[in-house]
């Protein structure tokens, strides 16, 4: 008699703490508000961890690049080798490279190849760079700008052109090179995934600006993206490789 009062008593004392279902249907309700507002931030802080780890490979295998080319040429100086002069191509006609696609050929390891021709803009080619830009404004930023592109085996974009300090003197100019850590891929976002840089003499490769607050603000009238990459690199850089909005 005893055991049966006390499985009753136990019983009694299941019921007591059991949920009701309108109980367990307001914590999911509560449970699921609750991940909308996380998640999607969670999901966007993780983007950017990649995208900030991306460019830190990238500059690095860029700044590899540019030291390896001196180094196999003799050369203490970037721009007297055969990657930091204008732009030239293979033809049919002519096999003999120099430049944005030398460089870009024979010291990166790419899954695609952009070329520019006589129609078609390196930058234009899907394969490499993405439709369109933006800022973090949401405003357009231009064309990317690049005389010879390369989607790495990473899936990252490079593009480089030499530009020339005056068209009167093409022997003093210095390499431009843009970087989308994610290709073609969206966002195509100025500071996000999307960055400019130069290569100094040395083989450095620095920001045109040590100005942060450039970024995303347009600093030249160029009509490409360079005109709002300046800073970018910087800000990145200074915050230790990480990316925020």
């Known amino acids: ?51 900030g780890s991306s460019l830190k490979k990238v500059y690095s295998q860029i700044t590899d690049a540019a030291q390896a080319i001196m180094n196999d040429e003799h050369s203490t100086n970037f721009y007297q080798t055969t990657a930091g002069v204008p732009n030239k191509c293979k033809t049919d006609t002519d096999s003999f490279e120099k430049g944005a696609c030398y460089f870009l050929r024979n010291y990166f390891k790419s899954a695609a190849d952009c070329q520019a021709t006589a129609d078609v ?67 195509n976002m100025i500071g996000i995934d999307t960055f400019g840089a130069k290569i100094k003499p040395d083989g450095t490769v620095v920001d045109w600006s040590n100005d942060e607050e450039k970024c995303n603000t347009r600093a030249m009238s160029d009509g490409h993206i360079g005109d709002w990459t300046q800073g970018c690199l910087t800000k990145v850089m200074k915050n230790g490789w990480k990316i925020s909005e």
């Open 1 to 51: 008699m005893r055991n049966n009062k006390l499985d009753k008593q136990d019983n009694k004392n299941i019921k007591k703490t059991a949920f009701t279902l309108a109980e367990v249907l307001v914590t999911l309700g509560i449970v699921g508000v609750v991940a909308m507002l996380t998640v999607p931030a969670m999901v966007k802080n993780y983007r950017f961890k990649i995208y």
């Open 121 to 187: 803009a390196a930058t234009k080619n899907p394969k490499c760079v993405g439709s369109s830009y933006i800022t973090k404004n949401g405003e357009d930023a231009g064309n990317l700008y690049g005389q010879h592109c390369i989607l790495t085996i990473n899936g990252a974009t490079i593009c480089m052109t030499y530009h020339a300090e005056s068209p009167a003197d093409i022997t003093n100019g210095v390499a431009f090179i843009v970087i989308d850590v994610n290709g073609p891929d969206e966002p």
